[in-house]
């Protein structure tokens, strides 16, 4: 058997119809298969690879990590220096209130573990998620998910939970006094790229602090650059009380983290103790190319150059079949009529060497999240055959 049939054999799928395709390398914006075809990356592992595949700095930084120790003990116990020096130089790029890193090992645990510090700390059990929002798929991050579509098999999921509409005014009176917390993307991602209006972010934040409620903003997809600026939360003028991490944190390795302040985190360490767990979250290697991933994505300043790359995009992603284009930084939705028209687009572009994808609750939408490495060249060759899937519609 080769590997493809030994893939769908031996490791666990996630749909009928996986893309299988064999990647034997990457490297920057591209990757090769077996056969030694090489593909431009638009999605970077869906937000993941914001300073591309394998940066020089962050395989040295792994190299170097792995040969001094891995995993040591479970986490929170030993003091490790990759966890100190990456939680530092976090928290000195955050807002001060933000100023205590629990690290994971991916986005969704961030997302369970704030869920139980915000009722924790609030004494309170009421969450309330928005509509057409994607926060993971664990059990507790799979009930706050906006879409029913994708609950209903795994109920009965988390009690007292409400999903108002994003971006709505009037979902806002439902916080109350019995709120423990709200969570929203600060971005809505998976909805094919809805940003808020800045009024109502505004409107969210004084509403929480009102009513002691904690705002939990979730820039798994978002976070480091990807809507440009270093935080998307920068753009509204707003802070929040707890900030999820994921996807780009680890530099290509496996992370999350959710941050809060310190005296908010400290009640986890008591009644009981031990309120948060993990083993692998904040791995040394995981955190030590982390820290050498955020160094790059700033050193390189690759932020800046991030609005006139997303106007490359929308100047050049113009055509008759193509209804709308939302985007934030290098996060766009390319909105088609239907999900079988974005298919076959998505079909000729990775048969023409271009790897893009769609959106978890807009099927119709063509996904565009690159590395922010991406040159103009790798933009117009990229909407070059994009455009040409297009003219194959009929």
């Known amino acids: 058997m080769n590997n493809r049939q030994l893939f769908l054999q031996h490791v666990a799928q996630t749909s009928d119809a996986p893309l299988a395709?064999?990647?034997v390398k990457a490297q920057g914006m591209y990757m090769w298969d077996a056969d030694g075809k090489q593909y431009l990356d638009l999605i970077a592992g869906i937000s993941v690879c914001n300073i591309g595949h394998c940066h020089p700095a962050v395989v040295e930084a792994i190299r170097e990590q792995a040969g001094t120790y891995m995993h040591l003990l479970v986490y929170g116990e030993f003091v490790q220096s990759p966890q100190v020096a990456y939680a530092k130089y976090l928290t000195e790029h955050l807002p001060a209130n933000l100023n205590s890193v629990y690290f994971?090992?991916?986005?969704?645990?961030?997302?369970?573990?704030?869920?139980?510090?915000?009722?924790?700390?609030?004494?309170?059990?009421?969450?309330i998620a928005f509509k057409n929002s994607y926060h993971g798929s664990t059990q507790g991050s799979l009930s706050i998910m906006g879409d029913e579509n994708w609950r209903n098999a795994y109920r009965p999921l988390l009690p007292d939970v409400q999903h108002l509409t994003h971006n709505a005014m009037e979902a806002i009176g439902q916080i109350t006094h019995r709120t423990a917390c709200v969570i929203a993307e600060t971005v809505q991602a998976e909805a094919g790229v809805l940003a808020p209006q800045r009024e109502w972010l505004h409107a969210l934040r004084?509403?929480?602090?009102?009513?002691?409620?904690?705002?939990?903003?979730?820039?798994?997809?978002?976070?480091?650059?990807?809507?440009?600026?270093?935080w998307a939360f920068e753009q509204y003028d707003i802070v929040p009380d707890i900030l999820l991490l994921g996807k780009a944190l680890g530099g290509g390795m496996p992370m999350g983290a959710f941050i809060a302040n310190r005296e908010v985190m400290w009640s986890l360490t008591h009644q009981p103790v031990l309120g948060h767990i993990t083993t692998f979250g904040g791995h040394p290697v995981a955190c030590a190319a982390g820290l050498a991933g955020m160094q790059t994505l700033l050193a390189e300043n690759l932020i800046a150059g991030v609005a006139a790359k997303e106007q490359l995009f929308l100047q050049l992603l113009q055509h008759p079949k193509i209804k709308a284009v939302r985007s934030k930084g290098l996060m766009l939705a390319v909105e088609l009529e239907d999900f079988p028209s974005n298919k076959k687009v998505i079909d000729y572009c990775i048969a023409n060497g271009v790897i893009t994808d769609w959106f978890l609750f807009a099927p119709q939408c063509l996904r565009i999240v690159?590395?922010?490495i991406i040159t103009e060249e790798e933009i117009?060759?990229?909407?070059?055959?994009?455009?040409?899937?297009?003219d194959q519609l009929v």
């Open 21 to 23: 395709l064999e990647i």
């Open 104 to 127: 994971t090992n991916s986005g969704t645990e961030a997302v369970e573990g704030a869920m139980k510090l915000a009722k924790r700390y609030t004494g309170r059990t009421e969450i």
């Open 206 to 230: 004084k509403k929480c602090t009102e009513t002691g409620t904690l705002l939990i903003l979730d820039e798994i997809q978002c976070g480091l650059g990807r809507n440009g600026s270093l």
């Open 370 to 372: 690159p590395p922010l």
């Open 380 to 390: 117009r060759t990229a909407c070059k055959i994009i455009l040409a899937g297009l």
